[in-house]
């Protein structure tokens, strides 16, 4: 949880000064404190590896996903635009299965057209679970080659866990890590 000195005049839910809307940084604010960490933090510069508070985040996320390591991108779009490229490169591909009410269907739109790509949006269940018959369709007739799934999944709650295994990569949106 955050330290109390970022949670005591951070934008509430419900009246809770100690829950954060972290639903998008267009809901939020910094507080006083937040910008006074920003502005005295120890900075270098990340892409000459000069930045050692960019090199230990990366080292910890990379620890904490159990990977071998991890890249710091400034925004969500940014890194789903690197992941869509990989995904697209690798599978020699321009289409992929995403939820129709998924955060990259619905918010970035725009990245797929200067990517070049065209997602294959499918049906979920109630529970946000793709429908088989959904993505059996993306595959074999708009040429889907990979999933894009998020970590809770499609804007329902439901854990991306709960998806049956692909046969094919997957690309877990995740924005609210």
Request: some cysteine; hydrophobic content about 40%; aromatic content about 4%.
């Amino acid at each position: 949880s955050l330290p109390r000195r970022f949670c005591s005049q951070a934008p509430a839910l419900g009246g809770d000064a100690r829950h954060l809307d972290l639903r998008s940084d267009t809901h939020s604010k910094p507080t006083e404190a937040m910008l006074r960490a920003m502005a005295e933090a120890d900075v270098g510069d990340d892409a000459r590896g000069e930045c050692r508070v960019t090199k230990a985040l990366e080292e910890q996320l990379a620890d904490l996903m159990g990977m071998e390591a991890a890249v710091f991108v400034p925004t969500c779009t940014m890194a789903n635009c690197i992941a869509l490229l990989h995904h697209s490169n690798a599978c020699e591909a321009y289409s992929y299965a995403c939820g129709r009410h998924s955060h990259i269907a619905r918010s970035e739109d725009f990245a797929n057209r200067i990517l070049g790509l065209a997602p294959a949006l499918v049906e979920v269940t109630s529970e946000g679970v793709p429908e088989s018959e959904s993505l059996e369709r993306a595959f074999e007739e708009e040429g889907a080659s990979f999933v894009c799934l998020e970590n809770t999944t499609w804007s329902t709650g439901v854990a991306a866990d709960k998806v049956p295994s692909m046969p094919c990569p997957v690309h877990l949106d995740g924005a609210r890590l």
